[in-house]
């Protein structure tokens, strides 16, 4: 049988780390996978190997973006299946959506959704412009039931398949670990959908209640938005409890600060579904979060996570005061639940769609 060859697009490498475990699980004795976009070093250098990326890459993004689309609008016949994700210039211009309605007359196309619109977006216009996306596209794969239920109404006739999102860095869940840690990680980009204010509330709580806690907060934010949180941080005297590093990590950096902590904190407003949750529970370490997105879905509640009402500060604060007090019996039940990384079973998905695609 004729080895397939598939390409999966990520152009500015915004999801690095997803592309590398799905064209992982995507492999195959007759699966061979290329990846175009931005090779990130910082994000992957974790990983022994990655696939073959290509493409073009000057070090300027917004070149190598129109470049790499205009590789792959010459190059796409190579190829026996293309799956796309992450169109960044739907934010300014529509003409994405007809670059990848022309593509799918002449070769199998997969959109991937990961979120239904941009975090923190409220602007009108990107909404239709990702709603034409998703009028135009004929093979759509969702990740929770929700997404798959709004697209659905969005576009009836679109072939909507539900895929698997798995687990991330499992490789590197340690066996043994320390249940008497009371570090407690906010991590990933700093804005307010992430609700970083109401963690800041729930320190305070905490620290009122004498509970041996500390925050660490890690990742990029605007300056202005990082200098109101530090503000507050300081009005409410909790210094000594709240570090923020406004700083893009590396991958490795955030691997031993996670499996070093006793949880993670996801006060998220709104969101589909979050890579820092599939990192939690990949590494081995119990999360508490709002019921937003696929959470409750995805990880249950009670056994692996807490998961309280969304804006419910106290609930969260108990939360937190529980998964401290009863950490090893938390990660004793991820090790359970969760004993494989899950990405293995979309290789079956995948296939499937391209032979059945439209």
Same mark, same amino acid.
């Given at each position: @049988? ?14 690095a780390i997803y592309t ?27 990983f022994k190997e990655t ?83 998703y009028n135009k596209v ?66 305070? @709580? ?56 006793? @949880? ?95």
């Open positions: @049988m004729k080895e397939k060859k598939i390409l999966i697009v990520d152009f500015n490498g915004t999801s590398h475990y799905l064209s992982n699980g995507l492999k195959c004795s007759n699966v061979e996978v290329f990846i175009l976009g931005k090779k990130k070093p910082p994000f992957l250098d974790v696939n073959t990326y290509l493409g073009v890459n000057t070090g300027l993004k917004l070149i190598d973006y129109l470049l790499n689309w205009i590789w792959l609008l010459l190059n796409f016949k190579k190829f026996d299946g293309i799956v796309i994700q992450w169109l960044q210039l739907l934010r300014y211009f529509s003409f994405e959506v007809y670059l990848v309605s022309f593509l799918q007359k002449k070769i199998p196309v997969i959109y991937i959704v990961h979120n239904l619109y941009p975090h923190n977006n409220e602007n009108f216009k990107i909404k239709k412009r990702y709603n034409l996306l004929k093979n759509i794969a969702v990740q929770t039931k929700n997404i798959k239920t709004i697209i659905h109404k969005i576009n009836g006739k679109s072939n909507i398949i539900k895929i698997q999102h798995g687990l991330f860095f499992k490789e590197f869940r340690k066996p043994i670990f320390n249940s008497n840690s009371n570090n407690c990680l906010i991590i990933g980009y700093i804005s307010k959908y992430k609700g970083i204010e109401d963690a800041i509330e729930v320190a305070k @709580m905490l620290k009122e209640s004498q509970e041996s806690f500390f925050l660490e907060i890690i990742g990029y934010g605007e300056p202005n938005y990082i200098e109101a949180l530090n503000k507050r941080v300081l009005d409410y005297n909790l210094s000594d409890r709240i570090k923020i590093y406004p700083n893009e990590v590396s991958t490795n950096f955030l691997i031993k600060k996670i499996v070093e902590a006793s @949880m993670l904190w996801l006060p998220y407003k709104e969101i589909s579904q979050s890579g820092v949750a599939y990192t939690s529970i990949g590494l081995g370490v119990p999360f508490v979060a709002y019921n937003v997105g696929n959470f409750k879905e995805a990880f249950g509640t009670g056994k692996v996570v807490e998961i309280v009402e969304k804006d419910n500060v106290i609930d969260f604060c108990k939360s937190v005061q529980k998964v401290l007090r009863n950490n090893g019996s938390y990660r004793n039940n991820i090790n359970k639940f969760f004993p494989d990384d899950l990405w293995s079973t979309n290789s079956i998905l995948i296939k499937e769609m391209f032979r059945n695609v439209k």
